[in-house]
Each structure stands twice: as structure tokens, then as C-alpha cells.
């Protein structure tokens, strides 16, 4: 089986999750609705304090193109609009509901809808209303991606279920749960695209997964499931595109300009809950995991639930955890509290008994190139890093630094415990911000 070059085999954790049915959790505390859950402008809340509202009602409208509206999971009343703490530790404008716990929705929310009798417009109108964005982390607007400036180019729509990440399993379990939904989304999405072909992209580590989408694909002529090699970062956006076509892109390209659209499998699922269910995106499948939680699980909750509550709801932690971390060990986010709520891009909450990065110390670069071995982007890490420390960017760029996507690989593997994956991506994060002022 081929794979890309470069790349690491870190310890999975998926099997403490992976074989347990989704648990559905309830809100019972206030809802917190971040008016900014994705890339780009940040939504308008365009209810006042006092309002009732309604689950499945719009309560922040897209401001622009790349933008995303904002769908209450609850019936309530707004208590109040006033900034909140997110994931990375800022504070953004949010919309408070209290929730009462009736769960009373919009005329016509869940109806059934035929796709094939909509237009091309009114299906990307759709999405775009229901306030879907890439759930695989970005966050970027899904309607803008359905949307690319030459569509009759795209000859490829991935769903990529390669789920990567160790210890996530909440695409696994959807892809077992729900496959006619992934399969049928991705028919929505084709629809979108005359001529493109459908390609579901799994790694060999979900054999019961890959069989039932094999069983459930085999009398569809327009859809495949490419099995990949189970290796980290395969579900990166470039290397799923680089495994299913060949195609390579950088930095400063989209995956269209490859032919590709690419969406992981709860985005896929939220396009058809919104086609042709009537559903805008009220929910997320998270993985509660890590050696601190009880009882390791998948579950089902409301957009806008606090993680405490839901952490409460699903058995609670076993041991005081080390450390807590809202996505995968690699690329997610270290939490100082749980006191933040679950939005349109969360996808796991990781708690660890221990913390093997604070108890390692750095030492002495002994330039065993690891680094560079385990690169997916075939990058020189420890010249990267030299740049950095002077904030030489110039030579950081010159270096290429700039397709660094920050997976984590070379931090992993570098046996002096260099944080290098915080240098990259707060250098690239730096020069796009000097950019911008130019």
C-alpha cells in the first residue's frame, strides 16, 4: 500500500473510545453561542436580550462571504450578549441563552427534503444558512468551499474519514452509526459538480468501517473507498490529496486549485442533515477520552453546552487529570478551564493523568535529522527553528516555513524535547499578520 513520505506511528489511544456507542447528552445550564466559530468575519447576532428563540433559529448572520451563521441548539430566552472564553483562552462576543430545557423548534425543522429536485444554488444556500464550517478543525465556511471559482475544474470530492489524530474516534463511530449519511452527503455534495467523482479516504486501522462503506458503495459507479496506510498526519488536507490523486499543492494554493474538494465526515453529515433533513448544524460529536476519564466515550451534545457539564453528564473523570486538551494530543489546544463551550470545531476533550511534556526538559540539539525524517512536507526543522529563535523570517520563509500546517511530527520525534512545532506556528503566525498590515 503506498503512502506519502515522512510521517510518524504515535500511539493511537483508539481503542479506550472506539468500540462504545455514542452517548446523547442534554443540556440543562445556560447555552453559550460564540459569534465566531469559524474562518473568517464573525457573525451578527441579530437577536436582543429578552428574546425567545426557537432550536434551529438563526440568532447571528454571516457578515460577508467567508462567514458563518450562528444556529441556537435550544429554546430559551437570550440572557445575555457579552464576550466569553473560548478554546484558545480569548474572549469573543457571545449570545447566552438560558435554556429551558423544552427543546421547541422552528416550523418545518427535520423536515424531509429531495435533493435531486433542488437547484445548485438553493442546495449551496442551504448550507450556507444552516451555518456549516469544516468540522475537522478549520472551521473554514462550507458553502465557500462548495463554491470554488472554476467548479467544472473539481474532479474530486473526498470525504476524509482517515481520522488521524490519536485517541479521536468520533468519526469512527459515525461511519458506523450513520454511513448513509456520509454516503449520502457526499451524493449532495456530487451533485454540485458535473463529472466529479466521489472518493471516501479511510486508513486500514477501521476494517469494520471500511467494510460496511465497501458493502454500502459496491452498486454506486461514482463513489470508492480508497484505503490509506495508517499513519500520522494522513489526514492532513495536502496528503489526502497528494494519496487519493497524486496531485501535491503548497501553501498558497486551495484544494480546488488541485480539482479537489475536501470534507472530513461530520461536515459531510452536516450537509445532509441540512439538505435533506432540514437541520441546520446544532450538534457535535465529541470524543471524551484519555486515561483521567471514567469512562472513555463518544457523545453527542448541543452546540453551546459547557465542556463541565459535559464532562459531568458522561461519568465525570476517574482521576484528577494533568492535563486537559480540547482536540488530539498533536495538534490541540491545552484548556485551563472547562468553564468554555463546545462549538461548531470541537472535537475531542483529551484528559491526560499525566503531563509527559511539562515533566521532559529540553536539552542540546544533537542533529540527528529525525526532524527532517518525520516531516510530511519534506521541510529541514532544526534550520527552521535556528531562524526562528534569531526572528530571522526571512530565511524561516526562504526555508519554506511557510508550508509548515504545525502536525506535530517533529516535535514528536525530536529526542532533545525542542518545542518546535510552537516556534513554526507562531513564526508563520507572525509573518501572515505582517502581510496583512502591508
Request: glycine share 8%.
Amino acid at each position: 500500500m503506498s503512502t506519502f513520505r515522512g510521517g510518524i506511528h504515535p500511539y493511537e489511544g483508539k481503542t479506550i473510545s472506539m468500540n462504545k456507542p455514542t452517548l446523547t447528552v442534554q443540556p440543562k445550564g445556560d447555552m453559550v453561542f460564540p459569534v465566531s466559530q469559524h474562518i473568517g468575519a464573525p457573525a451578527s447576532p441579530i437577536v436582543a436580550v429578552g428574546d425567545v428563540v426557537l432550536v434551529g433559529q438563526k440568532i447571528a448572520e454571516a457578515t460577508g462571504f467567508v462567514s458563518s451563521p450562528v444556529i441556537s441548539s435550544v429554546s430559551g430566552k437570550v440572557k445575555a450578549i457579552e464576550p466569553r472564553q473560548t478554546v484558545d483562552g480569548s474572549k469573543v462576543m457571545s449570545i447566552i441563552v438560558e435554556n429551558d430545557e423544552e427543546y421547541r423548534t422552528v416550523e418545518g425543522f427535520g423536515k424531509e427534503r429531495d435533493y435531486t429536485k433542488l437547484s445548485k444554488d438553493e442546495i449551496k444556500e442551504i448550507v450556507k444558512e444552516a451555518g456549516i464550517v469544516g468540522m475537522g478543525g478549520a472551521g473554514f465556511p462550507t458553502h465557500v468551499k462548495l463554491a470554488p471559482k472554476e467548479p467544472e475544474k473539481i474532479d474530486h470530492v473526498i470525504v476524509n474519514a482517515a481520522e488521524c489524530e490519536p485517541y479521536l474516534t468520533s468519526d469512527y463511530r459515525m461511519l458506523l452509526e450513520e454511513p448513509e449519511k456520509v454516503i449520502g452527503g457526499l451524493k449532495v455534495m456530487l451533485s454540485l459538480f458535473d463529472g466529479a467523482k466521489g472518493v471516501i479516504a479511510i486508513e486500514d486501522n477501521k476494517p469494520e468501517a471500511i467494510k460496511k462503506l465497501q458493502e454500502l458503495t459496491a452498486n454506486e459507479s461514482n463513489i470508492t473507498v480508497k484505503v490509506l496506510k495508517t499513519k500520522y498526519p494522513q489526514g492532513a488536507e495536502r496528503q489526502i490529496i497528494y494519496m487519493v490523486t497524486g496531485r501535491k499543492i503548497g501553501s498558497d494554493k486551495l484544494p480546488a486549485d488541485a480539482g479537489c474538494i475536501v470534507d472530513n465526515v461530520d461536515t459531510v453529515i452536516g450537509i445532509y442533515n441540512a439538505v435533506c433533513l432540514s437541520t441546520p448544524l446544532i450538534r457535535r460529536i465529541i470524543t471524551l477520552t484519555g486515561e483521567a476519564v471514567r469512562e472513555p466515550v463518544n457523545v453527542n451534545v448541543r452546540i453551546g453546552m459547557h465542556y463541565a457539564e459535559m464532562v459531568k453528564q458522561a461519568g465525570g473523570f476517574g482521576v484528577d487529570p494533568k492535563k486537559i486538551i480540547s482536540g488530539g494530543p498533536m495538534m490541540g489546544k491545552a484548556l485551563s478551564t472547562l468553564d468554555i463551550p463546545v462549538t461548531k470545531t470541537s472535537s475531542s476533550l483529551l484528559a491526560l493523568a499525566k503531563d509527559d511534556v511539562a515533566d521532559s526538559k529540553e536539552t542540546a540539539c544533537i542533529r540527528c535529522g529525525r526532524c527532517v525524517a518525520a516531516c510530511p512536507m519534506q521541510l529541514v526543522p532544526t534550520k527552521m527553528a535556528a531562524a526562528c529563535r534569531k526572528g530571522d523570517k526571512a530565511t524561516f520563509e526562504k526555508l519554506h516555513g511557510m508550508e509548515c500546517y504545525g502536525c506535530g511530527s517533529c516535535t514528536y520525534v525530536c529526542p532533545a524535547k525542542k518545542q518546535l512545532t510552537q516556534l513554526f506556528v507562531r513564526t508563520r503566525s507572525e509573518i501572515l499578520a505582517d502581510r496583512k498590515k502591508k
